[in-house]
C-alpha cells in the first residue's frame, strides 16, 4: 500500500508559473564538470518570467549502477542544489542517489524553495528491471504533494510514466503540474512522448517532462524535454515547444492555474471517472 506525504504551505494564489527544463548532456560519474554545465545553462537562459528550474534524473552521474556514488544531505549534489535555488530565488528539483545507512541508496528528487529550503522530495517507486536498478537501489513507497506559488504540484521518475495507476493515485489530491525527471534513452524515444501527452490529458494537468541529451556506456538521449498542457497541446514561452528538441539547452514554458481549472469544469472526465 503507498503512502503519502504532503508538504503544507501558505495560501499563495498565483495565476501562472514560469518552469525551466534543463535538458543536460550529461559526463558520466563527473559530478562537478555536470555541475559546472548546470550553472552555464541556466545563467544563459534564466530571466524573470522562471520560477522554477527543473534537472533530470541522476542529473550529476548519469543513469548509473555504481551505488558508491550516492550521497546523503551532507554532500556536494544536495548542497549544489540548494544554493543554486538560493542563487536564482527560485524553486528547483533535481534527481540524485541517496544514501540510506546501511540500505540500498534510493534515486531520488528533491525539491527546493526560493530560499534553498527542502520541502519535498519523491524516491522513485518502479525500479528500472531491464536495466536491473531493482538490484541495486531500493525502491520508495510515498507520493509526493507539494506546493509551487499555489500550484499543486507531484513528482515521478522516469520509469513511473509508463504506469497509468501511479498518476490516478496523485489525482486524489487533484495536483495541476506533475514533473517527470528521466535519463530516457533514444531507442524508446517514442515512448516518451506518448506517454507523457497521455499522463496529462488523461488526468488534465500539466506534465513537465525533462530529460538528458549525450550518450552513456550503454545508451544514447535525445532529450525530447517539454511541457504539455491538459488538453496535451505543446507549449513554451511562444508556443512552439518541438517535442522532438535534441540538443543541450533549456526550455521555459508559462503555464496557467486557470487552464487546469478550467478545463476540468468544462471537460468534466475526473468527475465521469468510476472506479469499479
Not at 528533491?110 to 522513485?124: A, L, M, P, Q
Not at 528500472?128 to 531493482?134: I, T, Y
Amino acid at each position: 500500500m503507498l503512502k503519502e506525504s504532503r508538504a503544507v504551505f501558505p495560501d499563495k494564489m498565483s495565476k501562472e508559473l514560469g518552469v525551466m527544463l534543463v535538458q543536460l548532456d550529461t559526463e558520466w560519474h563527473e559530478k562537478e564538470r555536470n555541475f559546472s554545465k548546470v550553472e552555464r545553462l541556466v545563467e544563459s537562459s534564466f530571466d524573470d518570467n522562471v520560477n522554477v528550474i527543473v534537472l533530470p534524473e541522476m542529473f550529476a552521474t548519469g543513469f548509473s549502477m555504481e551505488t558508491n556514488l550516492a550521497e546523503d544531505e551532507n554532500g556536494i549534489t544536495f548542497s549544489f542544489l540548494r544554493d543554486l535555488a538560493r542563487k536564482y530565488k527560485s524553486y528547483l528539483i533535481g534527481g540524485y542517489t541517496k544514501k540510506q545507512g546501511d540500505e540500498r541508496p534510493k534515486n531520488t528528487a528533491v525539491v527546493f524553495d526560493s530560499e534553498g529550503r527542502k520541502i519535498s522530495e519523491y524516491e522513485k517507486i518502479h525500479l528500472f528491471s531491464f536495466a536491473e536498478e531493482d538490484k541495486f537501489y531500493s525502491s520508495g513507497g510515498s507520493l509526493s504533494f507539494f506546493e509551487i506559488d499555489g500550484f499543486k504540484s507531484s513528482l515521478a521518475i522516469c520509469y513511473d510514466l509508463r504506469f497509468p495507476e501511479l498518476f490516478r493515485l496523485m489525482i486524489k489530491n487533484k495536483p495541476e503540474i506533475v514533473f517527470v525527471v528521466a535519463n530516457w534513452p533514444e531507442k524508446r524515444q517514442i515512448h516518451w512522448n506518448s506517454l507523457l501527452r497521455a499522463r496529462a490529458i488523461e488526468n488534465q494537468f500539466y506534465v513537465c517532462g525533462v530529460n538528458r541529451v549525450g550518450s552513456d556506456p550503454k545508451n544514447s538521449y535525445v532529450g525530447g524535454s517539454t511541457i504539455i498542457d491538459p488538453r496535451g497541446n505543446y507549449i513554451s514561452l511562444d508556443n512552439s515547444v518541438n517535442p522532438l528538441f535534441k540538443e543541450e539547452g533549456a526550455i521555459i514554458g508559462r503555464i496557467s492555474q486557470e487552464e487546469v481549472l478550467t478545463w476540468r469544469d468544462e471537460f468534466r472526465a475526473l468527475q465521469d471517472m468510476k472506479l469499479i
